[in-house]
């Protein structure tokens, strides 16, 4: 029973030291770290499919499905971030003087 204690406990702590770390980042850096994080976000994904192939009882089931759902939505939303952040940084389309004096022949 200490090792799902220990586990338990690893969890918690990682839940407050990922509140912090994130909580302490400028707002200017988050959608920049989001999309870098993509990758890790697949990865986790990956590894929560392979936990749920592997699951022995329903509730490593249902919680590995959590995970999946989760990680999901987190990789998809990272993407529409990062989507939104380039468009940010597109031009706007320029519009053609027509007929300004152009057919002043």
Do not use: C, W, Y
Not at 9 to 32: A, D, N, Q, R, Y
Not at 41 to 70: F, K, M
Request: proline share 2%; glycine share 8%.
């Amino acid at each position: 029973m200490s090792n799902g204690l220990a586990l338990l406990s690893i969890f918690v702590l990682s839940i407050f030291i990922g509140f912090e770390v994130v909580s302490k980042v400028s707002t200017t850096l988050h959608t920049p770290l989001m999309s870098g994080a993509n990758a890790i976000h697949g990865v986790i994904l990956v590894g929560a499919i392979t936990v749920a192939d592997r699951a022995t009882s329903n509730l490593q089931l249902a919680l590995a499905i959590v995970a999946v759902v989760l990680a999901t939505i987190n990789m998809v939303g990272g993407f529409v971030v990062t989507d939104r952040m380039l468009e940010m940084f597109k031009g706007k389309p320029r519009v053609k003087k027509e007929a300004e004096g152009v057919d002043a022949e």
